[in-house]
């Protein structure tokens, strides 16, 4: 139990609990920590037992000529992954993380200015050359009433 739950089985509050009976009660106080320390223990204990897999006595019931039979054996149960997961992500963290941390950020490099103007002229050039090999070869065609060449002229 919490302190919480605790001070509900007792009929008193939290604060009065952790506050004036631990205080007045030493013996008290030490037996409510002492059971969690062995309850954390027991649960240690069956989670280390399930992550290692372990034997444990069964009774089998058997009819042998009508009679009913029983027979104790030792049952395997094999080792539990999600057990040894818990167990190593916790005890071990550093080794055996769910989540992987990036050691080095990648940085982004800073282009000037002046290097993305040389870059945005270089292909505003070529693309005017690529719209006059296009309207010259709609003149050719002699389809260059349909091609607007107002839209896709571009200015400096």
């Not at 008290?28 to 954390?40: C, M, P, Q, S």
């Not at 027991?42 to 290692?52: E, P, Q, T, V």
């Not at 054996?73 to 040894?84: E, G, I, Q, T, W």
Request: glycine share 6%.
């Amino acid at each position: 139990m919490d302190n919480e739950e605790i001070a509900g089985a007792l009929g008193l509050n939290v604060a009065t609990l952790t506050g004036e009976w631990f205080r007045d009660y030493p013996d008290f106080h030490t037996a409510i920590k002492e059971g969690r320390i062995h309850a954390d223990a027991n649960i240690g204990s069956a989670l280390y037992d399930r992550a290692m897999g372990y034997f444990a006595p069964e009774i089998k019931v058997f009819v042998i000529d009508g009679n009913v039979v029983e027979h104790e054996v030792m049952k395997h149960y094999p080792p539990d992954y999600k057990a040894l997961q818990f167990w190593l992500t916790n005890r071990q963290a550093e080794r055996w993380k769910n989540k992987v941390e990036v050691e080095k950020k990648q940085e982004c490099p800073v282009i000037p200015q002046e290097e993305l103007d040389a870059i945005y002229a270089r292909n505003l050039e070529k693309q005017k050359e690529a719209m006059a090999k296009v309207m010259g070869r709609a003149a050719r065609l002699g389809i260059a009433n349909y091609v607007d060449s107002t839209a896709v002229e571009i200015d400096d």
